[in-house]
């Protein structure tokens, strides 16, 4: 995309105003060292931005989970910053840390993650149990209404389809409205139609309820969805793409060599 276009695309979604609700800055990550040293992340800076949907991509190993780990306070820089909001992650303890993830961030993962012998009710409340809140019954109400959970609230994991324990996880996320929702290749344990639908839902939260959302996907029609595409390879920034198609999305993709 030209600087041009660029810049078009970026008036047209309203990017340039947009509040940040995450920030890297010159952000590195090391895995091991000397001579098995892995640089995943080799200085990135990004913003998110709140109320927006952007999704990672980038070939195989070009340090997307990474960066969403980072920015999701669950794995530690090696250097360079990392904001939520306002706060800091790289300045904070193992504790305080523990609390930013349970009070303001919410996970969706490729694999579901339910716990097993609780019932689909169970799990959507655990995070706000865990951290001692009491649910907010219309905002409970309306989450399970629009993901369609009303008549499997009872059932356990094991007697949902795939789709329907993806929209539990969904459901889980957004339950304590956290100030960002990270999703890791949410739809890749379902089949297109269900995937789809999940898109849609995450789609409509970020529409219609301002949610922010960051997710990693390798697939361009999933990108589709989200209002920016972010792409990265050999852990820095190669791109980015407003109001994303499949087709434009392919093809930077291709011209990353994926
Ligand atoms: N825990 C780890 N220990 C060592 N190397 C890792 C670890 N996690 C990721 N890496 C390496 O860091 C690089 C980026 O990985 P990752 O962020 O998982 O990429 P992506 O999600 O884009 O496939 C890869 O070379 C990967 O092998
Ligand atoms: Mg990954």
């Not at 360079?80 to 992650?89: I, N, Y």
């Not at 008549?151 to 957004?174: K, T």
Request: glycine share 10%; hydrophobic share 45%.
């Amino acid at each position: 995309m030209s600087t041009e276009q660029g810049l078009d695309a970026r008036r047209a979604t309203g990017a340039h105003a947009a509040r940040v609700a995450a920030r890297t800055v010159e952000l590195r990550k090391v895995y091991g060292r000397g001579e098995a040293a892995v640089h995943a992340l080799a200085g990135v800076t990004l913003d998110i931005h709140a109320g927006r949907f952007t999704a990672i991509m980038g070939p195989s190993g070009s340090g997307k989970s990474t960066l969403m780990h980072c920015l999701a306070g669950l794995d530690a820089a090696t250097s360079g910053r990392v904001l939520l909001g306002d706060t800091d992650l790289t300045a904070l303890g193992d504790r305080q840390l523990t609390t930013v993830r349970r009070d303001r961030v919410g996970f969706v993962f490729q694999a579901f993650n339910l716990l097993p012998q609780l019932t689909a009710l169970e799990n959507i409340l655990l995070p706000l149990e865990l951290a001692g809140r009491r649910p907010d019954q219309p905002w409970l109400d309306q989450i399970v209404d629009v993901l369609g959970l009303g008549q499997r609230l009872r059932h356990r994991p094991s007697e949902l389809s795939g789709g329907q324990q993806q929209r539990v996880a969904v459901a889980r996320a957004l339950v304590t409205r956290p100030d960002v929702v990270f999703a890791d290749e949410p739809t890749g344990n379902l089949d297109s139609r269900s995937g789809n639908e999940l898109l849609g839902f995450l789609r409509r939260s970020v529409h219609d309820y301002g949610q922010t959302i960051v997710m990693v996907t390798h697939d361009p029609v999933a990108a589709s969805y989200a209002d920016r595409v972010v792409l990265l390879a050999d852990g820095a920034l190669a791109g980015e793409i407003f109001r994303p198609t499949p087709d434009a999305v392919l093809d930077a993709l291709r011209r990353l060599g994926v």
